[in-house]
T-cell receptor, first 110, second 115 residues
Framework: KQEVTQIPAALSVPEGENLVLNCSFTDSAIYNLQWFRQDPGKGLTSLLLIQSSQREQTSGRLNASLDKSSGRSTLYIAASQPGDSATYLCAVSTGNQFYFGTGTSLTVIP | GAVVSQHPSRVICKSGTSVKIECRSLDFQATTMFWYRQFPKQSLMLMATSNEGSKATYEQGVEKDKFLINHASLTLSTLTVTSAHPEDSSFYIC???????????FGPGTRLTVT
């Protein structure tokens, strides 16, 4: 069964820092990997989707990479802002099955 | 992306009653919808896969008689929590699957509190 792990579980950084969130998965047979943002008590906002054939995707200050063979993905956030504070979840798709990571709770201190 | 709505956003009910949560795909027809549950400070756990016109597929450990799922149309799936208990209090999120890219689009979630 696919297991998805995110490290660190929590992260606190001063505003302006660049940071990296990590996601690892045990079964490399995936269709895609998505990064989501979740604010407290809210639903999920999709940030980036990387298909299994892709190596990275970029959107604004966000860059996500995928190394399928090693079962790893990273989410890079440049020039962090207090508004980036949220929980970040990665999820892998194996077709109709979607497996979520445990999440990284990010706090950006003004 | 797809737009997915859920109703209600919050519901409080008494123990022993049933609660229905709706999930709607607003801008495309979805043959497959998914229901997740999220406990505080935990990740999302898939409960069941809802297939239009057929029975839902439940994950191991999820009671199908307690969590009734109906996917009667290509734009609507409902989750009914029957005989709710306080331990059913949770955040329930639905998603809509897009087959070609296997991408999922999530609803805003429903906070259920059972007193």
């Amino acid at each position: 069964k696919q297991e998805v792990t995110q490290i660190p579980a929590a992260l606190s950084v001063p505003e302006g820092e660049n940071l990296v969130l990590n996601c690892s998965f045990t079964d490399s047979a995936i269709y895609n990997l998505q990064w989501f943002r979740q604010d407290p008590g809210k639903g999920l906002t999709s940030l980036l989707l990387i298909q299994s054939s892709q190596r990275e995707q970029t959107s604004g200050r966000l860059n996500a990479s995928l190394d399928k063979s090693s079962g790893r993905s990273t989410l890079y956030i440049a020039a962090s802002q207090p508004g980036d504070s949220a929980t970040y979840l990665c999820a892998v798709s194996t077709g109709n099955q979607f497996y979520f990571g445990t999440g990284t709770s990010l706090t950006v201190i003004p | 992306g797809a737009v997915v709505s859920q109703h209600p956003s919050r519901v409080i009910c008494k123990s022993g009653t049933s609660v229905k949560i709706e999930c709607r795909s607003l801008d495309f027809q979805a043959t497959t919808m998914f229901w997740y549950r999220q406990f505080p400070k935990q990740s999302l756990m898939l409960m069941a896969t809802s297939n239009e016109g057929s029975k839902a597929t439940y994950e191991q450990g999820v009671e199908k008689d307690k969590f009734l799922i109906n996917h009667a149309s290509l734009t609507l799936s409902t989750l009914t929590v029957t005989s709710a208990h306080p331990e059913d209090s949770s955040f329930y999120i639905c998603s809509v699957g897009r087959g070609g890219t296997y991408e999922q689009y999530f609803g805003p979630g429903t906070r259920l509190t059972v007193t």
